[in-house]
Each structure stands twice: as structure tokens, then as C-alpha cells.
């Protein structure tokens, strides 16, 4: 079936790079996404890339795709207090429907 | 437009009894989808509608779930007889075309626990 997993936890200090890595299972995956979740707010989509692409930039966001090993990461640059978050990494599996899979998420701790 | 709104934000129940849930999605959108998500979890699917047409429903959406969006804008999302392990957020997302992405928009949930 699909699933999607990341690490729960990661700590960094201001200014340093961050790297979010998620593991997904379905190789039919036509998109897939990073999305943002701040306290008391929903979901907030940050960046996708196509399955057929292996990397994409925007601003500080890196997304690395392996397609081979189903490894997908978010790479924040310059990691400020404002990025302290819930990220997810989620997946369109290419089902014909719209639904997205969702990974448990991964808390971003920025120490200042 | 401001975004996909859900009311209520917050809702206590006691267990075995009905509660409602409503979402206004943006107003171009046609699809629109409802999700559940426990603490330390990622949401999960529960169902999706396209205008006014249920057309996918996840196994987690027992017979004691509905939803309905009658006019194809807004949707509820009904749980009767509550469980406590109904407990948990209530996500409504709707999307549109951003480029040729079908993008999700998401609401900022209900939080439903149930006592």
C-alpha cells in the first residue's frame, strides 16, 4: 500500500542548513510535496516537484527527488526562528483519484 | 477570497452524541476534500467531492461518518453516535489550478474531542 515516512524531530541553530528526508513506497507518485504546519494554522504547501524531475529550487527551499530509492528532502538554507514547524512530506499516488498521502510530519526546532 | 474557512474552530461532545462539521471552500474551486488528523500523525484522506459529487471515499469513513456538499460549494462533514475515538483535527481542503498544479488550499480545522 502507500505510506510515507519521515523522522518526528529536528534541531538546528539559526543560520544553519536544515535537511528534512521523508521515504515514500508508491513508485507511481506523480507529485510530490512539502507542506508547512504552524501552530493553530492549516496546512500551508511549500514547494512539490514532478516524479520525473530530480531536484528543484526556490529561495532557501532545495528539494531533492531519488526516484530510484524513493528518497525525497527539503533542504531550508539559512534556517531562521521562523521556520519552527511541523513539516510533511506527502504524495499523489498516481491512482486516478485526487487524494494525497500525507507522512507523520517532522517538528523543525530552530534554537536561536 | 479569504481562504478556505471551517467553523466550528472547537468542539466538545459527549461520547454517543451527532456533531456537525461545515467548510466554505475558495469560491472557484471544485474539489474539495476532508481529512482527520491525530496528534503526532500527517493527515489522513477521508473523502473527496468534485462540485457536488462524493466521487472517492477512504475506507477510515465508517457508516457513522457523512458528507455531503449539496450545491457544490460549501460541504459538512456529519459524525454520528461519537466515539472518543472520533477525537481528532477535521481538515477541509479545496483546490484549483496554480500553473498546472492542482493545488490544495488548506482550512484551519476543527478540533473535535470527544468526552
Known amino acids: 500500500g502507500e505510506d510515507v515516512e519521515q523522522s518526528l524531530f529536528l534541531s538546528v541553530r539559526e543560520g544553519d542548513s536544515s535537511v528534512i528526508n521523508c521515504t515514500y513506497t508508491d513508485s507511481s507518485s506523480t507529485y510530490l510535496y512539502w507542506y508547512k504546519q504552524e501552530p493553530g494554522a492549516g496546512l500551508q504547501l511549500l514547494t512539490y516537484?514532478?516524479?520525473?524531475?530530480d531536484m528543484k529550487q526556490d529561495q532557501r527551499l532545495t528539494v531533492l527527488l531519488n526516484k530510484k530509492d524513493k528518497h525525497l528532502s527539503l533542504r531550508i538554507a539559512d534556517t531562521q526562528t521562523g521556520d519552527s514547524a511541523i513539516y510533511f512530506c506527502a504524495e499523489s499516488p498516481n491512482t486516478g483519484g485526487f487524494k494525497t498521502i500525507f507522512g507523520a510530519g517532522t517538528r523543525l526546532f530552530v534554537k536561536a | 477570497d479569504t481562504g478556505v474557512s471551517q467553523n466550528p474552530r472547537h468542539k466538545i461532545t459527549k461520547r454517543g452524541q451527532n456533531v456537525t462539521f461545515r467548510c466554505d471552500p475558495i469560491s472557484e474551486h471544485n474539489r474539495l476534500y476532508w481529512y482527520r488528523q491525530t496528534l503526532g500523525q500527517g493527515p489522513e484522506f477521508l473523502t473527496y467531492f468534485q462540485n457536488e459529487a462524493q466521487l472517492e471515499k477512504s475506507r477510515l469513513l465508517s457508516d457513522r461518518f457523512s458528507a455531503e456538499r449539496p450545491k457544490g460549494s460549501f460541504s459538512t462533514l456529519e459524525i454520528q453516535r461519537t466515539e472518543q475515538g472520533d477525537s481528532a483535527m477535521y481538515l477541509c481542503?479545496?483546490?484549483?489550478?496554480?500553473?498546472?498544479?492542482?493545488?490544495?488550499?488548506f482550512g484551519p480545522g476543527t478540533r473535535l474531542l470527544v468526552l
Open positions: 516537484i514532478f516524479s520525473n524531475m
Open positions: 481542503a479545496s483546490s484549483g489550478l496554480t500553473g498546472d498544479l492542482e493545488t490544495q488550499y
